[in-house]
Nanobody
């Protein structure tokens, strides 16, 4: 089970960016995928979780109205579409597989809370910088 995040870069405030998370070793239908970010000197923040079975997703409150996650099953890739970016969105962005007691699962948390302790198989992050 491996994930690779990509697509980061420098974008001006108000701009948009699409991140990719490409999976290998498993099918996206089988596992739920989460997106996270970590800014310097801050804790890792959960952004979204997309279910493996249905493809439905939920979001953290800070990005709910601006970020969208979706997937392309044929490409085995999950995307994070980020709109109206702000300087406070500057961070390293990661994707990871949802786990229950260390075992990958297709389900996101029923509480809709996205917390890093529920995820594993972290991919390498991709840097997003929002600045003029």
């Amino acid at each position: 089970v491996q994930l690779q995040a990509s697509g980061g870069g420098l974008v001006e405030p108000g701009g948009s960016l699409r991140l990719s998370c490409t999976a290998s070793g498993f099918r996206l239908n089988d596992y739920a995928i989460g997106w996270f970010r970590q800014a310097p000197e801050k804790e890792r923040e959960g952004l979204s979780c997309i279910k493996g079975n249905s493809g439905s997703a939920h979001y953290g409150e800070s990005v709910r109205d601006r970020f969208t996650t979706f997937r392309d099953i044929a490409k085995n890739t999950v995307y994070l579409e980020m709109n109206n970016l702000k300087p406070e969105d500057t961070a390293v962005y990661y994707c990871a597989v949802r786990q229950v007691f260390g075992t990958p699962t297709q389900y996101c948390a029923m509480t809709e809370v996205v917390q890093q302790s529920d995820f594993g198989s972290w991919g390498q992050g991709t840097q997003v910088t929002v600045s003029s």
